[in-house]
């Protein structure tokens, strides 16, 4: 999936993430509200849309622009689970990167056993690339790295794909590493 | 949480696509079970296993998704308990020239893997080559029972 962190195609960008279940119609069916999660992580967060985050992908560094639907949740819910909050929150932000800036979808969910998240499929249907998520609620650049050379060796085992990709989501300043294999 | 078959399935997939979408949620139901220690995790696995099967009938077994499908079957039999299921699977798999080498293995492993846990569980029965006769007539009570003839009958 090289082409994701490569030259003309890496600019700054917007992320909407109320677009979420358009750019991946499979979300709309998952029993996982991607979009309430993210919104939820987001002001946990104490972040209001837009909010800028860091991108590191490969080598290079940029910035995207984050933007929800704010009116949609002004006030925590209290029962939810935050680590989930975390990891599903990441999910939906870390699809709605590889899908603003790449037009990848998701083909299906993986099982754990594949060592991936999701088999995401390119736009002309041609290639495929296992991709591998992590969040983390309140982090630091060594923790980001740390945890995104874990995810890529996770990936690195997958067999879901020839293309694979790992990405890391952070909520404290919010930032997004990414590292494609 | 949303349901299958409830208003939000988007009524406009291909059948693939479709299939990609059950197969999605099923697989995270039955994690979702698994993480909890329930019982019910087996029905789901079960569920699982019908949809990768019919996924790996109309993939390429070359190709990433068919690849995904054909193990995800073998261990959705694994994890439903339908050991002799997967062993037939395997079989199935292995006949297609165009299964990669590392699928094959991935496979292979999964089932021995399998094997050796249920006779590090069950040391006497393993002893005694009783292991296949045993567990199968388990999980044919069990596919029984989960088809509805229970042990006590249901009020009308």
């Known amino acids: 999936m090289a082409i994701l962190c490569n030259g003309p195609n890496f600019h700054p960008m917007n992320l909407d993430i109320e677009q979420l279940e358009t750019q991946h119609p499979l979300l709309v069916a998952t029993p996982i509200r991607y979009v309430e999660m993210a919104r939820i992580a987001l002001l946990r967060a104490k972040h209001a849309s837009p909010t800028k985050a860091a991108v590191r992908c490969d080598d290079l560094s940029s910035a995207v622009t984050l933007t929800w639907d704010t009116s949609a949740m002004k006030t925590l819910p209290q029962a939810v689970d935050q680590i989930r909050v975390t990891e599903d929150a990441a999910e939906a932000i870390a699809l709605a990167f590889v899908h603003t800036h790449a037009a990848w979808r998701i083909d299906r969910r993986c099982r754990r056993g594949e060592y991936a998240d999701w088999l995401l499929r390119s736009p002309n249907g041609k290639r495929y690339a296992a991709l591998e998520i992590s969040g983390i609620a309140d982090e630091s650049a060594s923790l980001m790295q740390t945890r995104l050379e874990e995810k890529s060796r996770q990936v690195g085992r997958s067999l879901a794909a020839p293309e694979k990709l790992a990405i890391v989501v952070g909520f404290a300043g919010v930032s997004i590493f990414v590292r494609t294999l | 949480m949303k349901q299958i078959g409830d208003s939000t399935m988007p009524p406009e997939l291909p059948p693939a696509e479709a299939l990609n979408a059950l197969v999605s949620i099923a697989i995270m139901r039955a994690e979702m079970l698994e993480d909890a220690h329930e019982p019910a995790q087996v029905g789901a696995w079960r569920e699982v296993l019908q949809l990768e099967t019919r996924l790996a009938e109309i993939t390429s077994a ?47 492993s999964m089932i021995k893997n399998y094997a050796l846990a249920r006779e590090r569980q069950f040391p006497a029965l393993a002893a005694k080559g009783a292991l296949d006769a045993v567990l199968s007539q388990v999980s044919n009570w069990r596919a029984q029972m989960s088809e509805g003839r229970g042990i006590f009958p249901v009020a009308a």
């Open chain 2, 62 to 108: 070359a190709s990433p998704p068919g690849g995904v499908a054909r193990a995800g079957a073998v261990d959705a039999a694994l994890k439903s308990r339908q050991f002799e299921r997967a062993s037939r699977l395997r079989q199935e798999y292995f006949e297609d020239a165009q299964l990669p080498k590392a699928r094959r293995e991935e496979i292979s």
